[in-house]
């Protein structure tokens, strides 16, 4: 259930900045990016921070041109809003994960959480945190019917690469009727499936795919086969040329030995 006081601090809103995690996901960025396009069609101001460029895996989603880098960009943003901003975190389980200037931004009141994560740790001045929820997508969707919002094309596209990643294609167990069910309205709005799974699976770098057959070499298995983890070091990124965000899916192919209920993947910072 939304809390009454997020539907009406965003309905009742003229300015609003969103964030998401630091080295976003699809998640996060469909999430960031989807109830950006939702905010504008219903005439709000709409700023969405990233710490840096989004990753070439990613630069397909609609309207990632809304991405402003960097903290000069939500300073200047903050100025224009002469004090009436409302802030919102989307698929953060963590205050730290909205990177080194976390403290600037949750001086803005009120900061709204929206986060699907289990182990999510409180911050924020409202939050809505629901782990039975496949994805923050999802719950994006859910925001945008409370607040009687019409779905665009580009948020319908957004939204669906958040809950289609999130959710493993629909084939982890935090799928449910209700994910599919909005996976289904999304599509009715135009959302291409073959197109999506083509450009989130079919887009490998040469760069990634050295990384992939790196990260392979190291996978563990533990625990009667049932517990496999994989490692990604700063070493194999410069040898195999690519970037963190590579890393994105990996623990996939940990997680599809047949035996294996727990995978992880350790990333070197």
């Known amino acids: 259930m939304i809390p009454e006081i997020i539907v009406q601090e965003i309905q009742t809103a003229t300015n609003v900045a969103l964030f998401t995690h630091t080295n976003p996901d699809g998640d996060a960025l469909g999430s960031l990016f989807g109830l950006a396009s939702i905010l504008e069609s219903t005439g709000k101001r709409v700023f969405c921070y990233l710490d840096e460029p989004v990753s070439h895996i990613y630069d397909f989603l609609p309207d990632i041109e809304l991405g402003n880098i960097g903290i000069d960009a939500y ?13 919102v975190a989307l698929d953060c389980g963590d ?22 994560h289990r182990g999510h740790r409180d911050f924020g001045t409202c939050r809505w945190v ?30 669906y690469v958040a809950i ?34 083509q450009k989130l699976y079919d887009n490998y770098s040469p760069e990634r795919l050295r990384l992939l057959q790196m990260a392979l070499q190291t996978i563990e298995i533990e625990e009667n086969e049932q517990i496999a983890f994989m490692t990604v070091t700063q070493q194999m990124l410069a040898e195999s040329g690519a970037v963190m965000a590579d890393v994105d899916g990996f623990i996939d192919f940990a997680r599809s030995l047949k035996t294996v209920k727990v995978a992880a993947i350790f990333k070197e910072t």
């Not at 300073?75 to 802030?87: I, M, N, T, W």
């Not at 931004?105 to 959480?113: A, D, G, K, Y």
């Not at 629901?130 to 094309?153: C, F, N």
């Not at 294609?169 to 959302?191: D, H």
């Open 75 to 87: 300073r200047s943003f903050v100025d224009s809003c002469d004090g009436k901003l409302v802030a």
């Open 95 to 116: 205050d730290a994960r909205l990177g080194e200037n976390r403290h600037e931004f949750l001086e803005t009141s009120p900061f709204i959480v929206i986060d699907h």
């Open 130 to 159: 629901d782990p039975a929820r496949s994805s923050t997508g999802e719950m994006v969707y859910e925001l945008a019917q409370a607040l009687d919002a019409e779905i665009p094309y580009n948020g319908a596209y957004n939204l």
């Open 164 to 197: 289609c990643t999130d959710t493993g294609s629909f084939r982890y167990e935090n799928t449910t009727g209700r994910t599919m069910q909005i996976a289904g309205e999304l599509i009715e709005k135009g959302v291409k499936t073959e197109e999506v799974g």
